[in-house]
């Protein structure tokens, strides 16, 4: 027999815009579930998506910097982590 998993409801309130703009979605909770994961899948690992780092991640971040940059790719503009280990 499969295992089933657990759901629960969760509410939240909208504006008008964003009720008007959810209108004629069909199947509404699935996607505002794929929306939540999806920008789950952008957030920051660190911070959760707050912008800011704890006493505690900073000191690991300080840490992690000495052999990391940030960088701008040439070709997308996008902004990514190098190690810069094996480039000295």
Same mark, same amino acid.
């Given at each position: 027999?499969?295992?089933?998993?657990r759901?629960?409801?969760?509410?939240?309130?909208?504006?008008?815009?964003? =009720?008007?703009?959810? !209108?004629?979605?069909?199947?509404?909770s699935?996607?505002?579930? %794929?929306?939540?994961?999806?920008?789950?899948? $952008?957030?920051?690992?660190?911070?959760?998506?707050?912008?800011?780092?704890?006493?505690?991640?900073? =000191?690991?971040?300080? !840490?992690?910097?000495?052999?990391?940059?940030?960088?701008?790719? %040439?070709?997308?503009?996008?902004?990514?982590? $190098?190690?810069?280990?094996?480039?000295?």
């Amino acid at each position: 027999m499969p295992k089933q998993t657990r759901t629960e409801v969760i509410t939240f309130k909208v504006d008008d815009s964003l =009720k008007d703009a959810l !209108e004629g979605i069909n199947n509404r909770s699935a996607f505002i579930r %794929a929306a939540i994961m999806s920008a789950l899948d $952008s957030t920051c690992p660190l911070c959760k998506g707050t912008g800011i780092l704890t006493p505690h991640q900073q =000191k690991h971040w300080n !840490e992690f910097r000495k052999s990391h940059s940030i960088e701008k790719c %040439a070709e997308c503009q996008a902004y990514f982590l $190098s190690c810069k280990k094996g480039k000295e």
